[in-house]
Structures are given as structure tokens and as C-alpha cells.
């Protein structure tokens, strides 16, 4: 082929084409790729899969590939450490009573005995916060001159998620 780029080569393209087509019919002569698919490639599979075999290691020692999957009972206690690491991780739990909203003068004129009205009813469930999120609901109990939180009702992965799209 000629090349553009090169002053000394002269050929046209014509001659190009020309050796492109006899190298075509000479290399049809001998063997086309469509001969060489018509060959079975079982006996490649075959050929590769006993190599492969025969260079499999026989002792029981896994192999770096089998870490990538381990067995299920494995993955399973795997797990269960997985949980241990985070056991220890101190989280905030706080509960709430009630909200209300005040205005900056309101709160400057609140003194001891004041009382804030909130939004809570008696009796109602008081909601139970990890880290801020709600968790859970239950009702107060006293126990040992101590305040303390029966939980009632845990709420479900999907109202968490709900509740926070409700926050954006």
C-alpha cells in the first residue's frame, strides 16, 4: 500500500487495490475462515477443560478464587462478626414528649413555674429518636423513683423511609 505521508512512494492507488485482491484470492485458495468454523470446537473445549484439570491443584486448600464466594454457612457467621464490630458504637436515644412553637418574646418572659403548653396529648405514645430518627413509640413508666420508656411499637423500615422523604 502506498503511503501518504512518504515522498518516495509513488504507487497509485489502483495498484494498491490490485494487491489487495490477489492476496484475497490467493489466501481463498488455500483456507477461508468459514472453513476454519466448519472444524468442530468441541475438541478446543475439550483440550482447554483437560488442561485445566490437569493444572488444578488436588490438595483441599481453597483456592484465591473460592474467597471470592464462600459457602453459605461461612457467609453466615461471617455475619454475625460483621454485627459484633458495630455492638460497641455509642448512639443517641432520646424520647419526646412533645412540641410546640414560641416566638422569642414568649420565651424570654417564661420564669419558674411557667408552663408550656405542647402538642402531645395525655396518654398519647411518646415517640422514641436514635440520632434523631424515629425509631419507635411507647409510654412512660416510673421505676425506682426513675423515669423510663416501655417501647409500644417499633416502626417499620418502610414508614422510616417514608417519614424521612417527608423531611425534604
Aim: hydrophobic fraction near 35%; charged fraction near 20%.
Amino acid at each position: 500500500m502506498s503511503d501518504p505521508h512518504n515522498p518516495n512512494d509513488r504507487s497509485a492507488p489502483e495498484d494498491d487495490w490490485a494487491a489487495a485482491m490477489a492476496e484475497q484470492q490467493a489466501g481463498s485458495q488455500s483456507s477461508t475462515q468459514a472453513q476454519g468454523l466448519e472444524q468442530p470446537l468441541q475438541d478446543d473445549w475439550a483440550s482447554a477443560l483437560a488442561e485445566q484439570s490437569a493444572a488444578a491443584p488436588v490438595h483441599d486448600e481453597p483456592s484465591p478464587a473460592s474467597n471470592l464466594f464462600p459457602p453459605i454457612e461461612h457467609a453466615q457467621t461471617t455475619a454475625t462478626t460483621d454485627i459484633d464490630m458495630i455492638m460497641d458504637i455509642p448512639v443517641q436515644l432520646s424520647v419526646e414528649l412533645g412540641r410546640t412553637r414560641l416566638t422569642i418574646k414568649n420565651i424570654l418572659q417564661l420564669g419558674q413555674g411557667s408552663v408550656v403548653e405542647l402538642d402531645g396529648l395525655a396518654g398519647e405514645p411518646l415517640d422514641i429518636y436514635v440520632n434523631g430518627y424515629l425509631i419507635a413509640q411507647g409510654e412512660v413508666v416510673v421505676v425506682d423513683d426513675k423515669y423510663g420508656i416501655r417501647v409500644t411499637d417499633i416502626v417499620t423500615p418502610s414508614d422510616r423511609i417514608q417519614r424521612l422523604n417527608g423531611r425534604r
